[in-house]
């Protein structure tokens, strides 16, 4: 269990990360917001005080995308229509244009691209850091890069963005 001080420091500190990364997951700001909850509910009840900050972050990102798909596996079971898919939501992730429409892209993609796409060039992580936070090897996470990438350009040629 987290100490109140330690769970506020986590929180000022990652929210807008796990918001982004949730949001890129569901492009929903609402579904984002609840993920986002859950995850600090995981973290709350997790011994964190002896994690050094790169291993907390990385535990936090992994944790996030577990969250995003379990709600994923569980959506089916749901019907809901939100307001903001009719409206566009004010509050959601602040993007450029440009970022929003290369994400919308990226969703498309098959869930192994999306999440090594979006940490490599929204999170800055490198190829070898995102092996060890999804639990898979370097040369893996290189190659779906690579491919990743070669999709993305399609796509966005396709969509004459490029």
Do not use: W
């Not at 997951?25 to 984002?32: E, Q, W």
């Not at 964190?48 to 900050?53: A, R, T, V």
């Amino acid at each position: 269990m987290q100490d109140v001080c330690n769970i506020k420091r986590i929180v000022e500190t990652y929210s807008d990360m796990i918001l982004r990364i949730a949001y890129q997951h569901t492009a929903n700001m609402h579904d984002a917001e609840d993920i986002a909850q859950e995850v600090f509910l995981s973290i709350i009840k997790k011994d964190m005080k002896n994690f050094s900050s790169e291993r907390e972050k990385a535990y936090i990102i992994r944790t996030t995308i577990n969250k995003c798909n379990s709600f994923h596996r569980n959506k089916g079971n749901l019907n809901v229509v939100y307001l903001d898919e009719i409206y566009k939501n004010p509050e959601e992730p602040k993007f450029t244009i440009e970022e929003r429409n290369i994400l919308n892209e990226i969703r498309t993609l098959d869930k192994k691209y999306r999440d090594v796409l979006y940490l490599h060039y929204y999170e800055g992580y490198k190829a070898f850091e995102i092996a060890k936070i999804l639990g898979s090897t370097t040369g893996t996470i290189t190659s779906r890069l690579k491919r990743g990438r070669e999709m993305l350009k399609l796509k966005l040629k396709e969509e004459n963005y490029g």
